[in-house]
Nanobody
Framework: QVQLVESGGDSVQAGGSLRLSCAAS????????VGWFRQAPGKEREGVAA????????YYADSVKGRFTISQDNAKNTLYLQMDSLKPEDTAMYYC?????????????????????WGQGTQVTVSS
C-alpha cells in the first residue's frame, strides 16, 4: 500500500520560511515524477514544483520561482519543499504527489493526471 505522509505545515508571518516534508513508502514501480501541489480555498489545485527522474532540473510554477526549492533524499524516500519569502497568497493546503507506474506520462508535470498517488495534505497559512 502506497503511503505519502506530509508534514511541516504551519502558520507563519509573511516573509517567513517553512520546510515541508513528504515521506513515501509502499510503491512498486520506479518513481517518474514527484511533486508538490497546493489548493487554496475556493480555487483549483495547482502544481507548485516537481522533479522528474532523470532530469537534471526541477520544475516550478512561476508564482514560486526563486522562493521555493524542491529536493529529495532518495535514501530516505523523502521529498522536501523549502519555502522562503512566504506571502499571504501562498496560503493553501499543500499536497505531495508521486507517479509510480510502468507507463510514462507525456504531459506536463503540473497536470494532476501525471500523478497516481497523493498525500492527505498539510496546511500552510501565511499572515500579513
Amino acid at each position: 500500500q502506497v503511503q505519502l505522509v506530509e508534514s511541516g505545515g504551519d502558520s507563519v508571518q509573511a516573509g517567513g520560511s517553512l520546510r515541508l516534508s513528504c515521506a513515501a513508502s509502499g510503491y512498486t514501480y520506479r518513481r517518474t515524477y514527484v511533486g508538490w501541489f497546493r489548493q487554496a480555498p475556493g480555487k483549483e489545485r495547482e502544481g507548485v514544483a516537481a522533479i522528474r527522474t532523470g532530469s537534471p532540473s526541477a520544475y516550478y510554477a512561476d508564482s514560486v520561482k526563486g522562493r521555493f526549492t524542491i529536493s529529495q533524499d532518495n535514501a530516505k524516500n523523502t521529498l522536501y519543499l523549502q519555502m522562503d519569502s512566504l506571502k499571504p497568497e501562498d496560503t493553501a493546503m499543500y499536497y505531495c504527489a508521486l507517479r509510480s507506474t510502468i507507463v510514462p506520462y507525456g504531459g506536463s508535470w503540473a497536470e494532476e493526471e501525471a500523478y497516481n498517488y497523493w498525500g492527505q495534505g498539510t496546511q500552510v497559512t501565511v499572515s500579513s
